[in-house]
């Protein structure tokens, strides 16, 4: 079974750019998250989709960054125009069902590490 | 202060034991989570206990919770190369989805 699968794995961008993430969940799973690690700190949520409607946006961090799930397949994160404190690595989890214990696991993928110079 | 804290480096030498510590803050945490990231790869889950529970074990892996003190440790016994990477300790709160992570431990194995 295919895991969860993000690109580009890097992307290298200016300030003022747009950039585009990709992320496929495993298959079957309605169940989508993006996460961000920043500066080697914490992973912080940014929001879950469930099939393709957006559930919980909570903690995407401003209206520069747009997250779709046409047809409840995969995912984008858009991030535009870009900002140095955009730098990091953004991680793309699915689950089969919503995460309300410990037996039900978020699958996640290998990240996609974004820099903005 | 941050939800959950970490340690940020461990050093331990190969075949000795690694125990990992992680605070957290919440009371209300019902699941808490390790996870481990190799370098070029996702967060894979090592294993997770319930808050009602004190201790887990799971092969080499051994997990400690102490309610009372909101902390958490992961102790790997005959620790391998193949254990350096960074863990990641993270909870989940009563009725939430959402993975709250502390900032990892980069455990280095030297021989």
């Known amino acids: 079974e295919a895991g969860v699968t993000q690109f580009p794995s890097h992307s290298v961008i200016e300030k003022g750019q747009t950039v585009t993430l990709r992320c496929d969940p495993i298959?079957?799973?309605?169940?989508l998250y993006w996460y961000r690690r920043v500066m080697g700190k914490e992973i912080k949520f940014l929001l879950h989709?469930?099939?393709?409607?957006?559930?919980?946006e909570s903690g995407m961090p401003n209206n520069r960054f747009l997250a779709e799930r046409t047809g409840g397949t995969y995912s984008t994160l858009k991030v535009q125009p870009a900002e140095l404190e955009d730098s990091g690595v953004y991680f793309c989890?699915?689950?089969?069902?919503?995460?309300?214990?410990?037996?039900?696991?978020?699958?996640f993928g290998p990240g996609t590490r974004l820099t903005v110079l | 202060g941050e939800d959950v804290e970490q340690s940020l480096f461990l050093s331990v030498r190969e075949g000795d034991s690694s125990v990992i510590n992680c605070t957290y803050t919440?009371?209300?945490?019902?699941?808490l989570y390790w996870y481990k990231q190799e370098p070029g790869a996702g967060l894979q889950l090592l294993t997770y206990?319930?808050?009602?529970?004190d201790m887990k074990q799971d092969q080499r892996l051994t997990v400690l919770l102490n309610k009372k003190d909101k902390h958490l440790s992961l102790r790997i016994a005959d620790t391998q190369t193949g254990d350096s990477a960074i863990y990641f300790c993270?909870?989940?709160?009563?009725?939430?989805?959402?993975?709250?992570f502390g900032a990892g431990t980069t455990v280095t194995v030297r021989a």
């Open positions: 298959s079957g799973h309605d169940n």
């Open positions: 989890a699915s689950s089969q069902f919503p995460l309300a214990g410990g037996t039900n696991t978020q699958y």
């Open positions: 919440d009371s209300s945490s019902t699941y």
């Open positions: 993270a909870e989940i709160r009563s009725n939430d989805y959402k993975l709250s």
């Open positions: 206990i319930f808050s009602n529970m």
């Open positions: 989709f469930v099939k393709e409607s957006k559930q919980d």
